[in-house]
């Protein structure tokens, strides 16, 4: 049975992940539809897929989520790298934005949806200031979707990823809070 709906986007709904969410987190993150873009080569087994789901989806850095329809689970959506709260000790008050979707759920607009959802949680619930994301340069999906959201590309990291058998720009993209439109 799934957890609690944590928020709600106009497709999907975000809860926290679950144990019994693991085959799903490991069927996605041995796809290779998933892992080359997200530039994570290391196959996941069960009991690494079970680490993964205590120390990183259990963890208390940041926030993640599983992205659902109903209570389908269709993939992952994250906040990470800053402290927040009252015993917040980064200044900077910036988080970077991750996400995956299982690659039979690609290109319907829940990746966006869940994105949209958490930028929106990021600065009217947490009260952050910057959200970033990097991604491969030929992951044209990702850019567009941060694109649509209102990032911008803020830098390069020339040939700094290795993807099917060339090295590959990664791109930085951020969007303050003052440049952010709430839809609705």
Known sequence: MPGP???EGDEVTLRPAEEEDVEFVQRCMNDPRVWRPALDPNPMNREQGSEFFENVLSGDDGVKCLVCDGEKPLGLVSLTGTKYGPDATDRSRSV???YYLAPE???????????ARMVEYAFEDLNLRRVGARLGSFNDASRGLLESL???HEGTLREAAWFRGEYHDVLWYGLLREDWRADG
């Open 150 to 152: 209102g990032f911008e």
């Open 96 to 98: 970077e934005l991750s």
């Open 5 to 7: 709906v944590f928020l």
């Open 105 to 115: 759920h690609h290109s319907q607009g829940y990746g966006s949806d869940a994105a």
